[in-house]
Structure formats: C-alpha cells, structure tokens
C-alpha cells in the first residue's frame, strides 16, 4: 500500500481586491493586495502591498513580505528581475497566470498544476 505524500503550502496570488473574486493583479511589485492561501484547507488571508504606490525598487521589498508570511509560491502575472532573484533565494516557486481572471480561477488552475512555472 503506498502513501501519497501530499505537500500543503501557503500560496501567495497577486490581487485587486481582498477576496478570492478579486481580479488577479499582473505586476507583482505593484499588486494592491497579496491574497495567502493555504492549500491544505483553502482558508485565505488579504495583506495590503505596502509598496503597491512606492517609488522605484519595489519588487524586492514586496517579495519580503511574502517571505515574512511564510509563503512557499506566488502565482502572479510578471515578476521583475530584481524581486526573481529575491523569492528564487527565499525558495518560493513562482508561477504565471496572465488569464485577466479571478484569484479563484487562478487557484483552481494552480491546484489543477496546470499554470507555467517561471523565475
């Protein structure tokens, strides 16, 4: 009888608005909202991007929010050099989804493994 090792993680979309009906926001650094959701039982969590409105450089300082959560991957549309290099040392897999859809519909697409991984 073999067992199936099932990986929960703490997954980070990038969002317009707080719930999992938000539209996926494209540019990770410039996100308005992070929505965290566990994928052992699906609960979620919107943090504001305090770097959402910042100057230049605001890649990097975003992705220390995500490490500072704990998160283990980010699906976002595009992710600058600067802020790959950041979640790449960090060890956060990142994923594209450019669908202009809902975080709901990227979750399901994600948990499905059929989004493209990069970074």
């Known amino acids: ?18 719930n999992l009906d ?4 494209e540019r990770f650094g410039r996100a308005p ?19 959402a409105d910042g100057g230049g450089g605001v890649g990097p300082k975003a992705a220390q929010v995500l490490i500072a959560n704990n998160v283990q991957a980010l699906v976002s549309g595009q992710v600058g050099g600067n802020a790959q290099e950041v979640l790449a040392a960090a060890g956060i897999a990142m994923y594209t989804y450019r669908a202009g859809k809902s975080v709901r519909d990227a979750l399901d697409q994600f948990t499905r493994n059929s ?3 990069s970074g």
Do not use: D, W, Y
């Not at 993680?9 to 608005?17: E, L, N, Q």
């Open 33 to 51: 909202h992070f929505i965290l959701v566990e994928s052992e039982n699906g609960s979620f969590e919107a943090i504001q991007n305090p770097f």
């Open 115 to 117: 989004l493209a991984r």
């Open 1 to 18: 009888m073999s067992k199936n090792k099932v990986t929960i993680m703490k997954v980070c979309f990038t969002a317009k608005g707080t």
């Open 22 to 25: 938000a539209l996926m926001e």
